[in-house]
């Protein structure tokens, strides 16, 4: 039976219907362009002028092998290897975290920051757990003049991370393999630290969608401790960064939307930290955590 488009488009997005899988249209369409070596508009733009289009049958079979993957919950992401961020595609896999829009919060905040000015000695950033790079390689290439340092525990998200400034063409970035709250860490000092750390409680963790759960590292996504409440790295980088920053530094944390109070406690209760605010997401959830050192 021939392989049509729309057809498989209608059937792929009832399997993932039935699967109970997030955004299953959208899943089907980016399954199958990928499948087709074609971008997600292109098949769009397929589907309305040539509906009809037969599939030939080796890209029927890899979108076929594709939809199997994704009806077993594994996310787009991991099954085509990349994911947008920040308006440039970068690869993932299941050594790292899958980039999400809310990260794109801490880019912003960091931009507005180092576009205010600083002097040259001092345009330098370290992106703590950086991942795939997402925030590092993004920061690097939106600031040409600065110089960074991804760090990450992790040798594969690390390796990842080097791809993808080799890939974007990010030549001011530095990588070390390293725990950033052990001694090995460079001490700076930086003009600007960034952090997405493992921020997820134990208890919030057996409630996330099964396509985290199951998939994404989960040492990326909780502290490594038992019982954790969710704020041990946060508020251990926060007592470090006093030591790390130049004054007048800035510092920003991806943080969960009920963290914000204990870390403007923790804040306030150190002297070295002035302009302590939170910075709302896309969704106007309390995301980011910002601080100066005064």
């Not at 009832?14 to 971008?39: K, Q, W, Y």
């Not at 970068?90 to 999400?100: D, K, Q």
């Not at 040259?120 to 690097?140: H, K, M, R, Y």
């Not at 860490?185 to 997405?196: D, H, S």
């Amino acid at each position: 039976m021939a392989a049509m488009l729309r057809a498989l488009v209608s059937r792929y997005t009832e399997r993932f219907e039935t699967a109970g899988v997030d955004s299953p249209r959208l899943s089907a369409e980016v399954l199958l362009a990928h499948a087709m070596g074609i971008s997600r508009a292109d098949l769009l733009k397929t589907l309305i002028l040539e509906p009809e289009t037969v599939l030939s049958p080796a890209v029927a079979l890899k979108a076929e092998s594709f939809a199997a993957r994704r009806e077993k919950g594994e996310p787009v992401a991991y099954i085509t290897g990349v994911r947008e961020f920040y308006g440039r595609d970068f690869i993932v896999t299941p050594a790292t975290l899958i980039p999400r829009p809310d990260t794109e919060t801490v880019v912003d905040a960091a931009l507005d920051f180092a576009r205010g000015g600083m002097p040259p000695e001092q345009q330098t950033f370290i992106d703590l757990g950086t991942g795939s790079g997402a925030i590092a390689v993004t920061l690097a290439l939106e600031l040409p003049a600065w110089r960074g340092l991804a760090v990450d525990i992790s040798p594969d998200a690390l390796g990842v991370a080097k791809r993808n400034a080799a890939a974007l063409g990010a030549a001011n970035l530095d990588f070390i393999l390293c725990d950033y709250l052990g001694p090995a860490l460079p001490r700076g000092p930086y003009g600007m630290i960034t952090a997405n750390p493992p921020y997820v409680s134990e208890e919030e963790y057996h409630a996330v969608s099964p396509e985290v759960r199951c998939f994404e590292p989960g040492t990326a996504l909780v502290p490594p401790v038992p019982g954790a409440d969710g704020l041990e790295h946060l508020v251990a980088i926060l007592r470090m960064a006093e030591g790390l920053l130049v004054p007048g530094g800035l510092l920003l944390m991806e943080m969960g939307h009920t963290q914000g109070g204990a870390l403007m406690d923790a804040a306030q209760a150190a002297p070295a930290w002035t302009d302590c605010r939170v910075i709302p997401d896309l969704a106007g959830l309390p995301r980011v955590f910002r601080a100066l050192r005064g």
